[in-house]
């Protein structure tokens, strides 16, 4: 392996991690939205 197929290797390394960061955000947001969409609709039946 030389340098410049290292210099690849990483730059794809950290391309797949910016994605998965993506990708964890979204999910967590969507978590989020349906976990508050729970809390309100349970409210509701309460109150």
Do not use: C, P, S, Y
Not at 19 to 39: D, H
């Amino acid at each position: 392996m030389t340098n410049a197929h290292l210099g690849r290797f990483f730059q794809r390394l950290k391309m797949d991690k910016e994605q998965q960061m993506k990708i964890l955000l979204w999910v967590i947001a969507i978590i989020f939205i349906v976990g508050l969409l729970t809390i309100t609709g349970v409210f509701k039946l309460i109150f």
